[in-house]
């Protein structure tokens, strides 16, 4: 049951975060050494573990709903995921059934400029969100590993 239960929804009071946090961080941790190493392949299985992962879902889905500050915002399709059911239901929609998935349209909003200009701002649908926090999880950290000695000016 390291990914959770296959037939059931998931009872979101009783979700240790403290854990998952620690699950979610370990391996993060373990991707960014491998990538550091230099070693891809194992940098891309642990990818696929991370995005399998029910640890990582879990996160990502709490990221997006209790979080962002976003979190209230609805998509184009006006559903949000703020009742403790709801988050539920799309972290187990996430876990065994989002594969494979096309992204819905996003919302667009106008927003007001000083200048008197208004910018646009795309707002994706929930599950949508999730799915790309799902995704930064297990990309990030390579990433990082790669390009973070160089950020913020560091040139090396």
Not at 48 to 59: G, H
Request: with cysteine; glycine share 8%.
């Amino acid at each position: 049951m390291a990914n959770g239960p296959e037939d059931e929804i998931t009872d979101w009071s009783s979700v240790k975060w403290r854990q998952v946090e620690d699950d979610v961080r370990r391996l993060r941790q373990r991707i960014f050494t491998a990538s550091q190493a230099g070693d891809l392949a194992r940098v891309r299985n642990l990818q696929k573990l991370m995005l399998r992962s029910r640890a990582n879902t879990l996160a990502s889905v709490r990221r997006v709903t209790e979080i962002n500050a976003g979190r209230a915002t609805a998509g184009i399709d006006g559903k949000t995921a703020l009742l403790p059911q709801s988050k539920a239901e799309l972290t187990d929609w996430i876990q065994h059934h989002a594969k494979p998935w096309k992204p819905k349209p996003v919302k667009r909003v106008y927003i007001p400029k000083g200048n008197g200009d208004r910018r646009p701002l795309g707002i994706p649908v929930i599950a949508d969100r999730c799915l790309q926090a799902l995704a930064l999880g297990a990309l990030e950290p390579e990433w990082e590993a790669r390009y973070g000695p160089r950020s913020y000016g560091n040139a090396t």
